[in-house]
């Protein structure tokens, strides 16, 4: 999974370069240098991917088809013309409607544990808002 995410990753990386579309941050770094950035991504995004399906397993979160018809029909309108063309593809491609659904799953599981969360205002210096965000962990007893 982390290699597929990578590979994604990488051809618009490299569509970009050749597009003269670099990301200013990416500008002046070796291909190793981005390879092993854009792996650590494709890592994060995988582990997030599969914590988000475990969560909405968990808590039956569900897209209804009804749902992906209206992100497809959103798509569709955005080509004017093209719309009965966009439709039939999605018709024919089973892996495209899955591409519509997956962020739709994703997004509605986020929502559901924003539901969850009670946000509490907390104010805090300068220095501990940048303080490193992974302090070290320490083991009790």
Do not use: C
């Not at 618009?12 to 002046?28: F, H, I, N, S, Y």
């Not at 992906?68 to 080509?79: G, N, T």
């Not at 491609?93 to 509605?108: D, F, G, I, S, T």
């Not at 986020?110 to 805090?124: G, H, I, N, P």
């Amino acid at each position: 999974m982390v290699e597929a995410e990578f590979n994604q990753i990488w051809r618009q990386v490299e569509a970009d370069k050749k597009a003269g579309r670099l990301d200013p941050t990416d500008e002046g770094k070796s291909d190793e240098e981005l390879k092993g950035e854009y792996r650590a991504i494709a890592e994060r995004r995988v582990r997030l991917g599969l914590l988000l399906a475990k969560i909405g397993e968990r808590h039956k979160v569900e897209v209804s088809d009804q749902e992906v018809a209206q992100a497809i029909s959103a798509q569709a309108r955005q080509f004017p013309g093209q719309e009965q063309q966009i439709f039939q593809a999605y018709q024919r491609n089973p892996q495209l409607v899955a591409q519509v659904r997956a962020p739709l799953y994703e997004e509605k599981v986020v929502d559901y544990v924003l539901e969850l969360v009670d946000v509490k205002k907390e104010t805090v210096t300068r220095e501990e808002l940048f303080a490193d965000d992974e302090a070290p962990v320490t083991k009790k007893g």
